[in-house]
């Protein structure tokens, strides 16, 4: 039978990193995340902030590769905590908080719970079993958008927590997070200090 689901599996997802993660995940259960850093003085639970990253920001796991990656190399570059990074102090939520008033924009969600398969997913892009391909790893994204209508959910401002990102959005971000270097489906990324694109037309697909 677990032969039988890989097969399937394998025939669906077509990639080798996510067929890494399925096989793990038809092997056994997902590690137990650790204790809070409160409960036990120990440092943040990186493998629990990831995978609650990768839960709250997409369902694709092509994507949620992707995403991951970024964020492990962005936390490596600051020299910061994959914990720190994504919450910024603040505990796990939505990537747009407010604090006294103020909207505070994260690096990316944490809002929904993990599951088995993001749980499994972040251990192996921890432990660098698991990586985008190499046409994505060579653009090396610093950071991304998703061209997506403007979430329901409302901040204490009563706008939207997430905006609507339309094409000529995502090309005006460009002078904050640098050019556009590629594509996944949906999913635009950006490098720093990359030149910016005139058009969303033409962009690499990265896989």
């Known amino acids: 039978m677990k032969s039988e689901r890989w097969k399937i599996a394998a025939s669906v997802l077509g990639s080798a990193a996510v067929l890494t993660v399925f096989g793990l995940l038809l092997a056994g259960n997902p590690p137990e995340p650790k204790a809070s850093a409160a409960a036990t003085d ?6 629990l902030a990831l995978a609650r990253c990768l839960a709250s920001e997409s369902s694709d796991p092509a994507v949620q590769i992707a995403i991951g990656w970024i964020v492990l190399m962005t936390a490596r570059r600051r020299k910061v905590s994959i914990h720190e990074l994504l919450t910024a102090g603040l505990g796990y939520g939505p990537q747009k908080v407010f604090v006294e008033g103020s909207a505070r924009i994260r690096f990316a969600s944490t809002d929904q719970a993990p599951t088995q398969t993001t749980l499994l997913l972040a251990q192996a892009i921890l432990a660098g079993q698991v990586a985008p391909p ?74």
Request: glycine residues 8%; charged residues 20%; neutral net charge.
């Open 42 to 47: 120990e440092p943040p639970d990186e493998l």
């Open 134 to 207: 190499a046409d994505f790893t060579q653009a090396a994204p610093t950071s991304f958008v998703h061209k997506s209508k403007a979430s329901k959910r409302l901040g204490a401002d009563g706008r939207p927590l997430q905006p609507e990102t339309t094409a000529a959005r995502i090309l005006a971000l460009q002078s904050d997070f640098g050019g556009l270097v590629g594509r996944i489906g949906d999913w635009f990324f950006y490098r720093h200090h990359a030149a910016s694109v005139a058009a969303l037309d033409g962009l690499v697909r990265l896989a």
